[in-house]
């Protein structure tokens, strides 16, 4: 059998199941208890250089001219990078600039 965590509002050791609820019976609280175990790992936040989460498909802005190896140009500041898609990375995106598909850093860019 596993534990049940405590009540994390009264700390109340008698805690039951109720489907996939927890619920406390000496101050009736009700809560999730698996939830977080089971979302924790494998979610990759992607945020610009405001904290603004972006998703595949946003639209963003660069905010400083970008060196971009390896393609020989650079990316410029104001360049609008349409249809992002993200990297496995949470600091990086994918997407077109000049018609090349590179990576650019989360930290570099601003959602539009
Ligand atoms: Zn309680």
Redesign the pocket.
Known sequence: MEELPK?P??G?EYTYEDGALLI?P??A?EWSGTQNEENSEDIVVHRDTNGVILSAGDTVTIIKDLNVKGAGFTAKRGTAVRNISLASNPEQIEGRVNGVKIVLLTCFLKKS
Do not use: I
């Open positions: 009540c509002k009264c109340s406390c000496e101050c609280h």
